[in-house]
């Protein structure tokens, strides 16, 4: 595993994005994998640690209603363990229930006191559609002391509304675990910045690590800080664990 870190006087507590690769279907295996980058982290004095879209199963769409996971999974047990013994909040991608016929693309959060959280993928993709719910809460905003954290799934950070939305709710960090490739990290990259640079608030970015899905991962993983300007970055794909420790 690679690792880059970088400090900013913008966040209250370090954070850190994992650039994991995923096995296909594999829940199992990619619960071992997350450990791997959860242990890192630690050694590290990372807080909250972000995991890239459907982190825990691939970017497998029409497999989603076999794999719906909830915090408080049998499979997810050994990561809620590391949450609690490490002291850090580890927020995972899964498919999870929408209360619908269809499951959503979730951001499952484990926190080491015990208390999880569910954010529910806002914007789907078209090809997401048939597959896929879209959640009902757009800004879903978590606290650690002076940090509020905002999620996003994916496609949420091409809608400046979304960030827009999570910074007037109080946030001052914004994370998004992604799937893109690279014609669309070259599109996607710049609005990260402007949304960093015009909400003031520490943009992160988790992608995945390898291909998923059939879809061709950039890497890139990154973090902005709250000028806009990226303070770490992988180089390309790999797994890469980006930290930015606070000042």
Wanted: proline content about 5%; some cysteine.
């Amino acid at each position: 595993m690679n690792i880059a870190q970088a400090a900013t006087k913008d966040i209250a507590i370090t954070i850190a994005a994992a650039q994991s690769t995923s096995v296909p279907l594999d829940v199992a295996a990619n619960v071992q994998e997350h450990l791997r980058f959860v242990e890192a982290a630690a050694d590290h004095g990372v807080q909250w640690l972000v995991f890239p879209e459907l982190s825990l199963t691939g970017y497998e769409l029409a497999a989603m209603p076999s794999l719906v996971l909830h915090a408080e999974h049998a499979l997810l047990a050994p990561l809620r363990e590391a949450a609690r013994r490490t002291g850090m909040a580890i927020t995972v991608g899964a498919p999870v229930d929408s209360g619908n016929a269809l499951p959503a693309i979730g951001a499952i959060t484990l926190r080491p006191d015990g208390q999880h959280s569910v954010y529910r993928k806002f914007h789907l993709h078209d090809g997401e559609k048939q597959f896929a719910a879209p959640g009902l809460e757009a800004v879903h905003l978590q606290n650690v002391g002076a940090a509020s954290i905002a999620s996003a799934i994916c496609a949420d950070t091409n809608f400046p509304s979304h960030a827009a939305g999570a910074a007037q709710a109080g946030a001052n960090v914004y994370v998004a675990g992604i799937l893109t490739s690279e014609n669309g990290y070259a599109a996607e990259a710049p609005l990260w910045a402007s949304y960093a640079r015009d909400h003031r608030m520490v943009v992160l970015i988790a992608n995945h690590g390898g291909p998923s899905g059939g879809y061709v991962s950039a890497g890139k993983s990154g973090i902005w800080d709250a000028e806009g300007t990226l303070i770490t970055q992988a180089p390309g794909t790999e797994d890469w664990l980006l930290v930015a420790n606070a000042i």
